[in-house]
């Protein structure tokens, strides 16, 4: 991808007049759509993550600490959207999307309510292995007793033990909005990876340099967040 990138065109050799062409004001109108897509993608990705952290990961801690029987149905629930094709999917939210419409309008950011579902068998997975891992229950009675408000002892207890999970979901969260195109794209809305599609008709190596630096963006930060478990990992032994 990155070779392709280079090329010069039909004379052959390589150059960065590609690249270039990404700065260069003159286009700036051609490449329009590919921003507001980029622009449109973040928000999403912002979205899309507060709904992670501040719906699934608060409901799971609820359902471990006070409901253990719930957690193996919680589990089912959370893998059901993984076995619905995103085209059934866009079927059924159709109709959500047409109240949405009506109430709050059709800004993009409204695409984050299905990306939530669409993200929540590996968010929940990535958050249920860090709750594995620690004793949260005995976590939350040790903080209890030491007159700790509930609020306190997930904000303050739990959750700093959990962070690589709440980490992992994250960069699930943001890797999945930024790869995502049928239900944006049959929705009618515009994100990253619609306007990809659109540019490649007229430019495909300016697609191409933001396919790869989407590509590039979510290993740093898979990068990021292995060294930061790594460096957490050894304050522990130390």
Request: with cysteine; net charge positive.
């Given at each position: 991808m990155a070779e392709f990138?280079?090329?010069?065109?039909?004379?052959?050799?390589?150059d960065l007049n590609h690249w270039a062409d990404i700065i260069d004001p003159e286009n700036e109108r051609r490449y329009r759509a590919l921003f507001t897509g980029i622009s449109n993608s973040i928000v999403l990705a912002a979205v899309t993550v507060g709904i992670v952290v501040l719906l699934?990961?608060?409901?799971?801690?609820?359902?471990?600490?006070?409901?253990?029987?719930?957690?193996?149905?919680?589990?089912?629930?959370?893998?059901?959207?993984?076995?619905?094709?995103?085209?059934v999917l866009?079927?059924?939210?159709?109709?959500?999307?047409?109240?949405?419409?009506?109430?709050?309008?059709?800004a993009p950011w409204t695409l984050a309510f299905a990306y939530g579902i669409t993200v929540l068998p590996f968010a929940h997975r990535a958050v249920q292995?860090?709750?594995?891992?620690v004793d949260v229950v005995t976590l939350s009675e040790a903080a209890r007793s030491l007159g700790a408000g509930w609020a306190r002892v997930v904000v303050s207890v739990i959750v700093p033990n959990i962070r690589g999970g709440v980490l992992a979901a994250s960069v699930i969260a943001?890797?999945?909005?930024?790869?995502?195109?049928?239900?944006?794209?049959?929705?009618?809305?515009?994100?990253?990876?619609?306007?990809?599609?659109?540019?490649?008709?007229?430019?495909?190596?300016?697609?191409?340099?933001?396919?790869?630096?989407?590509?590039?963006?979510?290993?740093?930060?898979?990068?990021?967040?292995?060294?930061?478990?790594?460096?957490?990992?050894?304050?522990?032994r130390t």
């Open positions: 990138t280079l090329r010069a065109g039909l004379g052959g050799g390589y699934l990961v608060p409901t799971m801690i609820l359902v471990t600490l006070r409901f253990p029987r719930l957690v193996r149905p919680l589990e089912l629930l959370c893998l059901v959207p993984i076995t619905v094709p995103a085209v866009v079927v059924g939210l159709a109709p959500v999307y047409s109240v949405l419409a009506s109430t709050v309008g059709t292995s860090a709750l594995g891992a943001v890797a999945v909005v930024l790869g995502e195109y049928t239900i944006a794209s049959l929705l009618n809305r515009q994100n990253l990876q619609t306007a990809l599609v659109q540019v490649s008709k007229s430019d495909p190596y300016v697609a191409i340099i933001f396919a790869l630096l989407a590509l590039a963006f979510a290993f740093t930060m898979l990068f990021v967040i292995a060294r930061a478990g790594a460096t957490r990992t050894r304050r522990k």
